[in-house]
């Protein structure tokens, strides 16, 4: 499984995440991933510098 998700923050810097899981049970990781990605979202649109 595989992730990947960028965003521009107000000073037009390209803020990115990427995650890869190998194993088989990697499905169980989603949520996980899924929560970190916002994470970093909702940080790059809330700072202002």
């Given at each position: ?18 995650a890869i ?11 996980a991933l ?16």
């Amino acid at each position: 499984m595989a992730i990947a998700s960028w965003a521009l923050s107000h000073n037009r810097h390209r803020e990115v995440v990427v995650a890869i899981i190998n194993h088989a049970q990697a499905g169980a990781a989603r949520p996980a991933l899924d929560a970190r990605v916002q994470s970093v979202l909702r940080d790059v649109h809330h700072f202002k510098p």
